[in-house]
């Protein structure tokens, strides 16, 4: 009887924690970092400077980048005059801000205590995504393309220590989204939307090398990379994320998420996908490279597409736009 009442007892305790799991969300709203109601229209890309516990993030139609501290969630400062400001990147060893402004076409340069303009490089307009390879200092933008009444898009690098752009490589196509760098060789995955394809760049010869075309989803705006299992992750605003095998160039399986993503994070330490869609995030779990099992969707609002993972703070940052009378914020979520 005994050893039945423990079986019992066991089996018990496996059921309500598989319940649990599967009752919990992935994600728990634990802050929400409000914006003054004349912050409208949507945002593009958010990064933290965890030293300085600093958020920084873009709303386009503001034209400015909205300093907050991390701590307190209040806005600390408001850098303007941006046409468009898209990306931002924060270099601490030399405490500089780096924004690209699609609509002045250039990356402005600004001082991280002060937030003085320092330079400006000149671009192309409509100067939007980038990738920076901490490990030579060089920061690849994409700009140009159709709003330049181009039909290709350029690919530029800029050496952000001297402030200078250093090279420019043509690339078919009127449209270049995120892209993904790898450390282990100098390959660089570029979003080609135009071309419903992924452009691979050798970033040594700077040159590109192939293109991979995305059939099982449109408009590939998207980018996330699981280097160490060669899986490369393409998010669709049709509503997948196309899974590649960066050794093959191949296509393996498309994931269905909300349609309208515009933000996509890997997480190697805990395997879990984030997407930043029209109104939700949906995540998956890694089983194995070549299997993954959804977590769920978490409501965020209305146009709310894009985030960025901080793995060290454990928590997800989602910028949601002003709609009615809810203002711009910033909602930051605990991951579980």
């Known amino acids: 009887m005994r050893a039945r009442l ?39 890309h958010v990064t933290v400077d965890l030293a300085g516990q600093r958020l920084f993030a873009t709303p386009e139609g503001y034209g400015a980048v909205e300093v907050f501290d991390l701590r307190s969630g209040q806005i600390i400062d408001t850098i303007t005059g941006i046409g468009r400001p898209h990306a931002v990147l924060y270099r601490p060893d030399l405490d500089r801000i780096y924004v690209t402004d699609g609509g002045a076409g250039e990356v402005k340069i600004y001082d991280g205590k002060s937030y003085n303009l ?16 901490p490990a030579t200092r060089l920061l690849y933008v994409d700009n140009g393309g159709g709003d330049a009444g181009q039909t290709y898009s350029m690919f530029s690098i800029i050496d952000t220590t001297a402030g200078e752009k250093v090279a420019d490589l043509k690339i078919d196509g009127d449209t270049l989204e995120a892209m993904a760098l790898e450390t282990s060789n100098p390959r660089i995955y570029v979003n080609n939307r135009a071309k419903n394809q992924v452009a691979v760049v050798d970033r040594q010869a700077r040159k590109l090398v ?18 160490a299992n060669h899986r490369l992750f393409v998010g669709c605003r049709s509503g997948h994320i196309v899974v590649f095998d960066t050794a093959s160039g191949k296509e393996l399986q498309a994931l269905p998420i909300t349609k309208g993503v515009d933000d996509l994070v890997y997480d190697p330490g805990r395997k879990r996908i984030y997407a930043a869609c029209d109104g939700f995030v949906d995540v998956y779990e890694q089983t194995d490279p070549d299997h993954y099992k959804s977590l769920g969707k978490v409501p965020t609002g209305p146009a709310a597409k894009t985030a960025t993972l901080v793995s060290s703070l454990n928590r997800y940052f989602v910028a949601t736009p002003q709609h009615g009378s809810t203002p711009a914020e910033i909602l930051v979520f605990e991951v579980q």
């Not at 496996?14 to 004349?38: C, G, I, N, Y």
């Not at 320092?118 to 390879?133: E, P, T």
């Not at 099982?216 to 705006?221: A, P």
Request: charged share 20%.
């Open 118 to 133: 320092l330079k400006s490089v000149k671009l192309q307009v409509d100067a939007d995504s980038i990738g920076y390879d």
């Open 6 to 44: 423990c079986v019992f007892v066991g089996v018990f305790t496996l059921v309500a924690a598989a319940a649990h799991s599967q009752s919990q969300p992935p994600l728990k709203l634990v802050q929400s970092f409000k914006m003054p109601m004349e912050v409208k229209g949507h945002f593009d």
């Open 210 to 227: 192939e293109s991979w075309p995305v059939t099982l989803g449109k408009v590939n705006v998207a980018m996330a990379f699981d280097e």
